[in-house]
């Protein structure tokens, strides 16, 4: 055959190739039009909406790492041939496409045409991973393949010139780092490629690659190129970048061997389809490296530098793609695609394998024969990877149901999960979907957030639960699909009213470790809290009141990573027998506010409702802790239900907008729902305190800290008035009342503003009422004006600004003096009992004061009790002294008991860990502070003696402070307390 017959055959056969290439590719996206994966609806809602230009997204919604490049030729697809799942899977095809012919160019630069050709049939099809890959929309893996490939391929050109001492001009370098900049934006996956390529040129030019033609274009050509990628990063505080904390986290022989062992395997194939398939294809891939390994010698011995360039590219590209997938999460992933660069490294060892062959005697046929089982495998694999999931058909039909029920009952959208994102595409955005636990495209978390109804698909997040806990109704529609069973919707909230329990009818509360805790608990203020670790079951907070009450209702303010994960609540009726008032359930984060309920959020709250029952005492108690956490409560409520009949907050929003804009006010802190209706019906023209991470970066809106302006109203719902009076009136506040539908708003009205208001009040809003946060200085204050009342004879005001001060810090001692001395004053024996009992718990039980060496002083403790068997814990409360110039959270106390000359138990802690450094920091007069620990003791425990042994080291230094004080210390400076604490024997059972 000659040479011109013989370039127009091969010539033949690549335009067949790719015109199989082609229908492979377009068969697949159309078998696949009915996908329902939620990346792919990712992908097809970005070109939708860069295609009708509603956004220009540069990364992949809610992956501030995976480039939209594209989406953006699925965008070109969509305005060519309409929005469809076909034309959403064609658009990737189109990209999987373009990777055949450049990678026969790299081939046929590495090997020769008829490698090239043998390795673009090896990529017809091609292993399952690639070939699903090839037209199925996941985020940009078919570009990556595109861009890996070329930037390998103009790489090894290039070099390949250079050392032919043909110098490249700086507009091809331009166009490698062009290429590799697109590359960079589209995935970060490309980095094994980028290293590979800079490695290869070090490795070849030297010192040559450090001039101006090369450095300047290439580099140039990567900013033009990732300029997407950057802008965005400079302007949200280069949050692309948390993906290099996934580096490390994978051992790295255990990397290695997930690599070599199960990703490579299941990438080639080589772990599906039958035995007799399996072993001849591990056959063939061994005889294809062993046929390279050969021609590298070869290539390098004859000083073909194409080939072994070409070559050396390949391998060092599978060893930099082991080592840097060997080091990253993305190892744990029980999946190949984050190897699929290296598909077309394999297809080329194929093709040179092939190519060899050819050569031989025979060798067409022979070729033709060991290409069979690729062949025949892609065959398989299109038969089995080609068509779509017969359920995705059944999902989609199952998605026009919930089109037809959604319209008929005129639902505006929905929460559910991740996986069921594909809905917003499928439905054409007839109805926002949105994950519930924060939503990857950010307008439909705040759409379905000011909706004053919304509903939740499948049960998600247990909003039944709401519904049996919190009482309120909602509806059920059974979808009877599988994918969608059902959707809860028409929601009403609790019909009844509440009235608060006043902390006054409180006797006390208590926990399970017999801790008093009702000042902190009832003081509202949010720096105040009580908290147990999460190590044990069966812990409990107990409340008991005065007299018996109807309760109701119960509301704690808690952290959301600190709730009690399973709880039952407990109330004790008239005969004294604890009944249960709610069976245990898991927590559910829903809370209802407004005509709807919300999940979590900034202003999440812990609610629960039963119906009215007549106790003595409650008793919510935590019966599991499945993930170790602890139980922290900062506020505590008790409600009994109110026979006033109010109008609801939904029917009471227009009179609320006709007296704000009235009234003149810009800055209003009010609940969730309000919050987001008034947003939404003054569009953003009054600020409210909005959910930050739903509305952060896209509005203005109020934070947690209060700060009050001459335009500032406060709007609380009835029952949460009181303590709001009380604040103003002791702050010689005097803001107006307006009693709107369920609401009371407070405003300054004209001439009661003064400039002192202005200053910061150290409040905290959380949501449904303010509350104050420590702040001794204001406590300090309050204690100065309390003082000039007394002095004019208003004992009773005085009391009530220094009740005040002492929630702005509950244990501020001159506040609890001079509070003590006014109820004596006004014969109130019982209240200043009370207050003397705080002052006697401020005072530790054994006086053991140490002085160190930075001016820390440790005054002693107080423990629960002196004895206590293996396995009980012993309460211990820590008292100190510490200067304002000093740091606590820079020095840790180490304590041991001690038994002869063991150590059984250590508490070594930061020393006042749990206290915010400010409290430290503003001290108007010194103030004492009081740590508690709880300490077990094993339950290997010796009997006897325990001696406690104590002393502070420096964080930074490692080093022990010096100590002086009235007991014994020693040369390694630890002192001893001359204190006995006796362990008993453990009780036989």
């Not at 001849?280 to 011995?301: E, G, S």
């Not at 595409?425 to 939503?439: A, H, P, W």
């Amino acid at each position: 055959m000659n040479t011109r017959r013989k370039r127009l055959y091969c010539y033949g056969i690549f335009v067949l190739f790719m015109f199989l290439g082609a229908a492979t590719r377009i068969y697949g996206a159309w078998d696949n039009r009915y996908t329902v994966h939620s990346d792919a609806g990712i992908v097809g809602l970005m070109a939708k909406h860069i295609s009708e230009a509603k956004d220009f997204p540069v990364f992949f919604y809610g992956q501030a790492y995976m480039g939209s490049l594209e989406a953006y030729v699925t965008a070109g697809v969509f305005l060519l041939f309409g929005i469809s799942g076909f034309t959403l899977c064609l658009g990737t095809a189109v990209c999987g496409f373009f990777m055949l012919p450049l990678l026969y160019l790299w081939a046929k630069d590495a090997a020769g045409k008829t490698a090239a050709l043998a390795a673009t049939a090896y990529c017809l099809v091609g292993p399952a991973h690639f070939f699903v890959f090839s037209f199925n929309p996941r985020g940009g893996y078919m570009l990556t393949l595109c861009f890996s490939v070329t930037i390998l391929f103009l790489t090894c050109r290039y070099l390949f010139s250079e050392i032919q001492q043909n110098k490249v001009t700086a507009f091809k370098y331009a166009i490698l780092g062009c290429v590799a900049g697109l590359a960079w934006w589209t995935n970060q996956l490309i980095t094994s490629t980028l290293l590979t390529s800079a490695i290869l040129f070090l490795a070849v030019l030297n010192r040559r690659l450090f001039c101006l033609r090369i450095l300047v274009p290439v580099f140039s050509g990567f900013i033009a190129g990732s300029l997407p990628f950057w802008l965005w990063n400079y302007q949200n505080d280069w949050g692309t970048f948390a993906f290099l904390k996934s580096f490390g986290r994978t051992e790295f022989l255990k990397g290695l061997e997930l690599f070599y062992v199960e990703r490579i395997p299941s990438l080639l194939d080589l772990t599906w389809g039958s035995s007799l398939m399996r072993w001849m294809l591990l056959v063939l891939y061994v005889a294809v490296l062993v046929v390279f390994t050969r021609q590298m010698f070869k290539w390098i011995k004859t000083g073909c530098s194409r080939k072994w360039l070409n070559g050396a590219a390949i391998i060092l590209f599978v060893l930099v793609s082991s080592l840097v997938f060997c080091r990253s999460h993305f190892a744990l992933f029980r999946t190949p695609k984050y190897l699929l660069t290296l598909a077309p490294a394999f297809a080329i060892l194929v093709g040179i394998f092939i190519s060899e062959i050819v050569k031989k005697r025979k060798g067409i046929l022979a070729a033709f024969m060991l290409m069979l089982p690729f062949l025949y495998h892609q065959v398989d694999c299109f038969i089995r990877y080609g068509k779509a999931d017969p359920a995705e058909k059944s999902q989609q039909q199952e998605a026009v149901e919930l089109d037809r029920f959604f319209y008929a009952n005129r639902i505006p959208g929905a929460y559910d999960l991740y996986g069921k994102h594909s809905l917003n595409f499928l439905l054409k955005e007839k109805y926002c979907f949105s994950d519930i636990r924060g939503d990857r495209y950010a307008p439909y978390n705040r759409f379905n957030e000011i909706q004053d109804s919304v509903s939740v698909l499948n049960d998600n997040a247990g909003i039944s639960q709401l519904t049996l806990y919190a009482k309120g109704k909602s509806a059920c529609h059974n979808l009877g699909g599988v994918w969608l069973k059902s959707v809860y919707h028409d929601f009403k909230p609790p019909a009844e009213g509440l009235h608060e329990i006043p902390v006054r009818e409180i006797r006390s509360i208590t926990d399970s470790g017999g801790e008093a805790v009702t000042s902190v608990l009832t003081d509202c203020n949010v720096d105040t809290f009580w908290e147990v670790s999460g190590n044990r079951e069966n812990e409990w907070i107990e409340i008991e009141f005065e007299y018996p009450v109807p309760a109701s209702a119960l509301r704690l303010l808690c952290p959301l990573e600190k709730v009690p994960q399973y709880w039952e609540l407990m109330g004790k009726n008239s005969d004294g027998e604890w009944i249960v008032l709610m069976k245990e359930s898991i927590i559910y984060y829903y809370f209802w506010n407004g005509p709807r309920p919300y999940w979590k959020g900034r202003h999440f709250r812990f609610e629960c409702r039963w119906d009215p029952q007549t106790v003595s005492a409650l008793r919510l108690i935590r019966t599991k802790t499945p993930r170790n956490m602890p139980w922290q409560i900062r506020e505590l409520q008790v409600f009994s239900p109110s026979n006033e009949t109010v109008l609801s907050e939904k029917d009471a929003l227009p009179e609320l907008l006709q007296i704000l804009s009235r009234n003149k006010i810009k800055h209003l802190y009010c609940d969730r729902w309000v919050a987001n209706a008034v947003y939404r019906e003054t569009k953003g023209n009054i600020l409210t305190p909005l959910d930050e991470e739903i509305f952060d970066r896209v509005i203005p809106f109020l934070s947690s800290d209060i700060r009050f302006s001459p335009d500032t109203g406060v709007l609380l719902r009835k029952e949460e008035t009181d303590f709001c009076r009380q604040y103003f009136k002791a702050a010689g506040f005097s803001m107006r009342e307006t009693s709107i539908g369920p609401w009371i708003l407070f405003d300054f009205s004209p001439g009661s503003w003064k400039m002192e208001f202005e200053k910061n009040q150290n409040l905290y809003w959380a949501g449904y009422r303010f509350l104050l946060k420590e702040n001794p200085e204001e406590a300090d204050r309050k204690v100065r004006r309390a003082q000039s009342m007394l002095k004019k004879g208003l004992i009773h005001e005085a009391a009530e600004v220094l009740q005040m001060a002492l929630k702005h810090s509950a244990l501020y001692q001159p506040a609890l003096i001079l509070l003590k001395e006014t109820f004596i004053s006004e014969k109130s024996f019982k209240e200043a009992e009370k207050i003397q009992s705080i002052l006697n718990s401020m005072v530790p039980q054994f006086k053991y004061p140490l002085l160190f060496q930075d001016g820390i002083i440790f005054l002693g403790l107080t423990m629960d009790k002196m004895t206590a068997a293996p396995g009980e814990d012993v309460i211990v409360n820590y008292f100190w002294h510490v200067p304002v110039d000093v740091v606590p959270s820079e020095y840790t106390m180490f304590i041991h008991f001690k038994h002869g000359n063991d150590s059984i138990v250590q508490d070594d802690h930061t020393v006042l860990e749990k206290i915010p450094a400010d409290h430290v920091r503003i001290q108007p007069v010194r103030k004492t502070f009081m740590e508690k620990r709880r300490i077990t003791f094993p339950m290997n425990s010796p009997s006897g003696d325990y001696r406690l042994q104590l002393g502070l080291f420096v964080n930074k230094t490692g080093r022990r402070q010096e100590v002086r004080g009235t007991v014994p210390v020693n040369n390694e400076r630890v002192a001893t307390l001359p204190l006995v604490f006796k362990v008993n024997e453990r009780k036989q059972h």
